[in-house]
T-cell receptor, first 114, second 113 residues
Framework: AQSVAQPEDQVNVAEGNPLTVKCTYS??????LFWYVQYPNRGLQFLLK??????LVKGSYGFEAEFNKSQTSFHLKKPSALVSDSALYFC????????????FGSGTRLSIRP | DAMVIQNPRYQVTQFGKPVTLSCSQT?????MYWYQQKSSQAPKLLFH???????NEADTPDNFQSRRPNTSFCFLDIRSPGLGDAAMYLC????????????FGQGTRLTVV
C-alpha cells in the first residue's frame, strides 16, 4: 500500500526567510511525487513533480523540492518566502505499480508573516 | 483557459435529494478522478476511471456513484445526500496513470440542508 505523511500541520515563516514543508512517502517501487497548493475555496494547483532524474526539482512560483530516496522524503523548499505563499500545501504520491491511483498527505498550512 | 471545468461551483441540496456534480475536460486525458475534501483535510479518492474502466475505492460509500459517458465528461451522483456528505468535491484528470500530472478543476462546494 502507498502512503504519504506531512508531519507538520502548520509552518510559520517570516517573509524573506527560506521555507521548508516536509513530506515522507511509502510506496512499492519507484515513486512519482507531486506537490500541490490550495487557496481557500479553490481546487489544487500543481507546483512540481518528481518522476526520475535530478533529485532537485524546480517548479512554479520559485518553489523547488528535493527527492531523497534513502530517507523516502520529498521536502518542498523556497529560498525566500512571500506573504502570497500563505496557503495549504499537499504532497502526493503515485506508485509505479499502482497505475492511476494517487494519494495525498494531510496537508500543511503555510503562514508567511510580513 | 480552464481545462478541467466543474459545474456548479456551489451546490445546495436537500437532505436525501439526489444530486449530480459534473466535470468536463478539454485535455483528452484518459484518466479522471473524483475526490472528496472536508475542511481543508487531505483529498480522499472516491473513484477513478482509466478510459472506461471504473475503479472504486473500497471505502467509498454505495451512496456515491459515477458515470463517464465519454472521454470529456464525468459525473458524480450522490443518491441520498446526508449531512456528512457536505464537502468540496474535486475532479482531476491526467494523461495516463504513470507520469501524467493530475490537473484539478476548481471544485464544487456541496452544502446539504
Amino acid at each position: 500500500a502507498q502512503s504519504v505523511a506531512q508531519p507538520e500541520d502548520q509552518v510559520n515563516v517570516a517573509e524573506g526567510n527560506p521555507l521548508t514543508v516536509k513530506c515522507t512517502y511509502s510506496v512499492s517501487g519507484n515513486p512519482y511525487l507531486f506537490w500541490y497548493v490550495q487557496y481557500p475555496n479553490r481546487g489544487l494547483q500543481f507546483l512540481l513533480k518528481y518522476i526520475t532524474g535530478d533529485n532537485l526539482v524546480k517548479g512554479s512560483y520559485g518553489f523547488e523540492a528535493e527527492f531523497n530516496k534513502s530517507q523516502t522524503s520529498f521536502h518542498l523548499k523556497k529560498p525566500s518566502a512571500l506573504v502570497s505563499d500563505s496557503a495549504l500545501y499537499f504532497c502526493a504520491v503515485r506508485g509505479y505499480s499502482s497505475a492511476s491511483k494517487i494519494i495525498f498527505g494531510s496537508g500543511t498550512r503555510l503562514s508567511i508573516r510580513p | 483557459d480552464a481545462m478541467v471545468i466543474q459545474n456548479p461551483r456551489y451546490q445546495v441540496t436537500q437532505f436525501g435529494k439526489p444530486v449530480t456534480l459534473s466535470c468536463s475536460q478539454t485535455l483528452n486525458h484518459n484518466v479522471m478522478y473524483w475526490y472528496q475534501q472536508k475542511s481543508s483535510q487531505a483529498p480522499k479518492l472516491l473513484f477513478h476511471y482509466y478510459d472506461k474502466d471504473f475503479n472504486n475505492e473500497a471505502d467509498t460509500p454505495d451512496n456515491f456513484q459515477s458515470r463517464r459517458p465519454n472521454t470529456s465528461f464525468c459525473f458524480l451522483d450522490i443518491r441520498s445526500p446526508g449531512l456528512g456528505d457536505a464537502a468540496m468535491y474535486l475532479c482531476a484528470t491526467s494523461r495516463d496513470g504513470g507520469q501524467g500530472v493530475p490537473l484539478f478543476g476548481q471544485g464544487t462546494r456541496l452544502t446539504v440542508v
